[in-house]
């Protein structure tokens, strides 16, 4: 079972930073003007956990990770609803979030876009991510520990390699691959696949095949239509909202990727 980290006490903090940022933070909303180098991070100088709420925007900047999660004193921190956006940096290396030895992390309800290197990497203990957007990446997820790392409810679109590494535990997602080569999966073992809709590739045991007919993928919408076979196709994980608040299952069953279909088209 999956844990939803929604009703665990946070405290949120907002501000915003222009210009280097320097010293530690406790994650907050972060506002970036165009061409301004700029971050956050949090090093677990604090015990209690950490929230952000808002819209990240990412343009032009100069730094290679946006968003850090380190310390081994960091537990339990949410970083949700954002809209971050490269790029961030040419050439190899740099993520939009980086977390490091911290432990509890939770990644939902927010958007991943490029052109940047990749969304999350991390070596940090029992990272959650869910609900998510990724498009227009070479890579969404790496996850570069033995502890097992949880990635449900996301829509990956167009991303090189969805999901990366080792310990990975993926349920409900959307993996639209529209280019020839890629790959919702690459891993070096301990891969626990349930129930994901794939555009294309080899069929599993708990696999489905098709397209999940967004509404209107040029314009970033990636809400589900009536038809598409994630509807209804996905299971329980513990998650009782989506990203914009609609509950988790409105229908028979928990819908794959992260909008929930509430029989309204929305087209």
Not at 58 to 85: K, S
Not at 92 to 103: L, N, R
Not at 131 to 155: E, I, K
Request: one cysteine or more; charged letters at 20%.
């Amino acid at each position: 079972m999956f844990m939803d980290a929604s009703h665990r006490p946070a405290r949120l903090l907002v501000a915003s930073f222009l210009g280097s940022v320097g010293g530690c933070l406790l994650a907050a909303t972060v506002h970036i003007d165009p061409g301004t180098p700029a971050g956050a991070s949090s090093d677990g100088s604090r015990e209690h956990p950490f929230k952000t709420w808002g819209k990240v925007q990412i343009a032009d900047g100069n730094t290679r990770v946006f968003f850090i999660a380190n310390g081994e004193r960091q537990t339990r921190g949410i970083l949700e609803h954002n809209d971050m956006r490269g790029p961030l940096t040419d050439g190899d290396g740099g993520a939009i979030v980086y977390s490091g030895t911290g432990s509890g992390l939770v990644v939902r309800h927010n958007t991943f876009s490029g052109p940047v290197p990749g969304g999350i990497y991390h070596h940090s203990r029992d990272l959650q991510v869910y609900g998510n957007v990724f498009v227009d990446l070479p890579m969404g997820v790496a996850n570069h520990t033995d502890s097992r790392c949880r990635v449900f409810n996301n829509t990956f679109h167009n991303v090189d390699l969805c999901v990366v590494g080792r310990a990975v535990a993926a349920v409900n997602n959307i993996f639209s691959l529209p280019r020839e080569g890629q790959r919702a999966f690459t891993w070096k073992g301990g891969l626990v696949e349930k129930r994901n809709l794939v555009t294309r590739g080899p069929a599993g045991p708990d696999r489905l095949i098709g397209d999940p007919l967004f509404n209107d993928v040029a314009a970033g919408d990636f809400r589900l239509t009536p038809g598409s076979p994630a509807i209804d196709a996905g299971i329980v994980v513990g998650s009782e909202i989506d990203r914009e608040g609609t509950r988790i299952p409105t229908g028979k069953a928990p819908d794959i990727g992260a909008f929930e279909w509430h029989g309204v088209d929305v087209r």
